[in-house]
RNA sequence: GGCCCGUUCGUCUAGCGGCCUAGGACACCGCCCUCUCAAGGCGGAGGCACGGGUUCGAACCCCGUACGGGCUACCA
């Protein structure tokens, strides 16, 4: 049985004000047994699993914020699958809420997306025909939606003040039970409905929940059966007193009209399904496929919120982390491929993603992991890369100028490999401390490296055997540095690890340092043997 | 309160009735490598929430309980 959407089958049609280019009905409807007519028979949804001929899938956003780190992963399953399905990845931006919603906003969510590589087929700047892709651009198309539903009976206007309905739930939770809206307004006539709104009472719309649907079940992508008894659902409200509709209906209305096949999201919307599916019904729209996903939590087993820290993705973006890192990782929570793939590309993301992979229990937020997972990423940077991004550290920082960037670089490059893999996030708190030695006259010396290394007998001697040795080479790079810096220990009788350790600190100024003979290149033998000979007068006999 | 979802090492997960004396990764501990710090290698400790069923056999199926989460707004 297939669901017949074309225009002329509605009920009610469209095309009355002249909306046609905003609500087109989805071109083919070919979802399979998710999306039969109301009334559906309880056993009609088996198989829901089954992917459409055309996925086309949406992330929808608040502006109200920044793109944070749970919007994100739903933001990159959905994007997945629809790469993975060879579909179509539509951005919507739910703007309703107009105290909070701001463009600043939006371009930073759409800034944080791109970031991330997640590039969408239709949306914001990039257009598509099933736009506009602002909710507060569609209102037309929620009140001709609500036309239908006013027409076909399965909305009626209430009377309720907000005082009533909140003593109703007051006696209704006390009681137990259901809490609901009591549907008074249900019963008035609508001749005397008619009336009450020509005499210009205030009201909103209600969905009317059919009396004799079944139960409401769904086959979600990720869950499994779910069942909700039809006796527990509200007539919840679709349009509010100012007559603008409420999230629930609009975003049954827009996933309707841009052809939305499969709908991925937190759940945190799961209990929001079977009223969604209410309206989805009376607007004898299919009912799309759904997918729960769960939330992330914080450390405390609470949902992730500013509290635990640094929420948005451009907050890990200035703070060091890759893209290719976060994206991996928030991918990886709540997903996987296999028994023991922990890191993957963009590619093999696209490749694998599969719903049925999802896990159901929600996961905690884990900055550790990111980091290891960042730092494997650092390391397999491109050198160039890594220099690129490191020059404006340097520059900040006061140790070098832009031009560096040039007449260095192959200096510049040299230095990644002693550096990459003692880095984490790509910060200057990381990198600058680690390389300023290197672009100083001469380095701080660092006190207590002085007193547990220098202050040491023996040092010295070790110091003048280096200083001697190395002012003899000729080619002052790693390996030869290394052979002779090896024979001091001999020649002085003090101990290897004293010995390079003494060098360190005279040249670096601390215990801890980059890989010493290869730093020695680096500064250069000039640099190298004024260093330690500065250092001299610091070091024990 | 009602409805819904979830529960495998501290954390993310593999497992979809016998391949499990439960595998991998992060973190942790130890050893190795080693000029420090890293990186890397090797090894270790650590888990099926609990209680009943079903079955020859259960981490896997069913039912309870406990705990966590979500929804229950003229928020999204």
Same mark, same amino acid.
């Given at each position: ?65 920044? &793109? ?5 992963? =739903? ?34 969510? #759409? ?6 590589? #997640? ?41 309720? @003040?907000?005082?009533? /309905? ?11 039970? %259901? ?32 009396? +004799? ?27 509010? @007193?100012?007559? =603008? ?32 599916? =209410?309206?989805?019904?009376? !607007? ?64 093999? /993301? ?19 992991? &990111? ?16 220099? +690129? ?25 040299? #230095?990644?490999? &002693? ?19 290197? %672009?100083?006259? %001469? ?10 290394? #220098? ?17 003899? !080479? ?10 002779? !810096? ?13 010995? %390079? ?8 100024? @601390? ?8 730093? &020695?290149? /680096? ?19």
């Amino acid at each position: 049985m297939t669901v017949g959407l074309s225009s002329r089958s509605r009920p009610v049609p469209f095309g009355i004000h002249s909306l046609h280019m905003h609500i087109c009905a989805p071109r083919s409807p070919t979802l399979r047994p998710n999306a039969l007519p109301y009334p559906p028979h309880p056993e009609a949804y088996p198989g829901s699993l089954l992917v459409t001929d055309n996925v086309r899938v949406r992330f929808a956003p608040s502006p109200t914020g920044h &793109l944070h780190i749970g919007g994100a992963r =739903t933001a990159i399953y959905n994007w997945a699958f629809a790469r993975h399905h060879g579909g179509s990845f539509v951005l919507r931006i739910d703007d309703t809420d107009k105290e909070r919603s701001t463009d600043e906003n939006t371009q930073a969510i #759409l800034r944080a997306m791109r970031w991330l590589g #997640l590039d969408w087929d239709e949306g914001p700047e990039v257009g598509g025909d099933r736009g506009p892709y602002y909710q507060t651009q569609r209102s037309e198309n929620y009140a001709v939606a609500l036309e239908t539903l006013k027409a076909n009976g399965h909305a009626y206007p209430c009377f309720c @003040t907000a005082e009533q /309905l909140e003593a109703q739930r007051e006696t209704a939770r006390t009681v137990g039970g %259901f809490s609901g809206y009591d549907r008074t307004c249900r019963h008035i006539q609508s001749a005397e409905a008619q009336e009450r709104i020509a005499a210009g009472e205030p009201h909103v719309w209600r969905v009317k929940v059919p009396d +004799d649907r079944g139960d409401i079940t769904i086959e979600d992508a990720i869950r499994g059966t779910v069942t909700w008894p039809i006796d527990a659902m509200d007539d919840f409200i679709l349009a509010r @007193t100012d007559g =603008t509709p409420t999230y629930m209906f609009a975003t049954v209305v827009d996933d309707w009209q841009m052809g939305i096949t499969h709908i991925i999201r937190g759940d945190d919307h799961l209990s929001n399904t079977p009223r969604q599916i =209410t309206v989805y019904e009376a !607007l004898e729209a299919p009912v799309p496929i759904f997918a729960h996903m769960s939330l992330i939590f914080g450390p405390d087993g609470k949902r992730l919120s500013k509290r635990h820290g640094a929420t948005s993705v451009e907050a890990y973006r200035d703070e060091g982390i890759l893209s290719e890192a976060l994206l991996n990782y928030l991918a990886l929570l709540g997903w996987s491929i296999d028994d023991k793939t922990t890191l993957f590309d963009r590619e093999t /993301l696209i490749r694998e993603f599969d719903l049925s992979r999802v896990s159901k229990n929600p996961g905690i937020w884990d900055p550790e992991k &990111l980091e290891w997972m960042n730092g494997v990423y650092i390391r397999d940077m491109a050198v160039d890369e890594f220099v +690129d991004r490191m020059v404006p550290m340097l520059v900040n920082a006061g140790l070098a100028a832009p031009e560096i960037a040039e007449h260095s670089r192959d200096w510049l490059r040299a #230095l990644v490999p &002693l550096l990459a893999e003692r880095v984490r996030r790509m910060i200057p708190d990381e990198i600058v401390p680690k390389v300023r030695f290197l %672009f100083v006259e %001469f380095p701080e010396m660092d006190p207590a490296s002085v007193d547990k290394v #220098l202050a040491k007998e023996g040092a010295g001697t070790a110091l003048d055997e280096a200083a001697r040795l190395l002012e003899a !080479l000729a080619d002052f790079s790693a390996g030869p540095i290394e052979e002779a !810096l090896r024979q001091v220990p001999e020649a002085t009788g003090v101990k290897a690890k004293l010995a %390079f350790q003494a060098v360190r600190v005279a040249v670096t100024g @601390t215990m801890v340092s980059p890989p010493l003979f290869e730093s &020695l290149e /680096l500064l250069g033998k000039v640099g190298a043997l004024a260093r330690i000979e500065k250092a001299r007068p610091l070091a024990a006999e």
